[in-house]
């Protein structure tokens, strides 16, 4: 009879155990998943370098609104609309100001990426 009870006791304790490790392994893998997905898109943020165009920038990121000129703009990332660049461009095939040495709103698909800041997290601005 004691044998009995200390077999169903550890075998009560091997059931829990198992059903222990089995809910914290797949948070732990989610966790995992979640830092390598960031990992994969910080990556292919720090693929665009100035001097791309705005065509290269594109395949990787989307407009944001909010203020913006034709040489200047905020970026979020196709992955996730929290990560962020702000880039400066030299504009192509156009001048960079009008007669009234405004800078202005036009944006050129070929326009050189001047200067890109790192990535950063902020939430959505909605127009």
Not at 64 to 70: A, P
Request: net charge positive; charged share 25%; glycine share 8%.
């Amino acid at each position: 009879m004691v044998r009995r009870r200390l077999g169903l006791a550890l075998l009560s304790g091997a059931i829990i155990t198992v059903a222990v490790i089995g809910q914290v392994r797949p948070e732990a893998a989610t966790q995992r998943d979640r830092v390598a997905w960031v990992a994969e898109s910080l990556k292919r943020m720090q693929t665009v370098k100035p001097g791309m165009t705005r065509t290269d920038l594109l395949k990787v990121f989307t407009t944001e609104g909010g203020l913006s000129t034709g040489l200047h703009r905020t970026f979020v990332s196709r992955d996730c609309p929290y990560f962020k660049v702000d880039v400066e461009f030299k504009a192509v095939g156009r001048p960079d100001r009008d007669a009234s040495g405004r800078v202005t709103l036009v944006e050129g698909n070929q326009d050189i990426i001047v200067k890109i800041s790192r990535p950063y997290l902020q939430f959505s601005i909605m127009d």
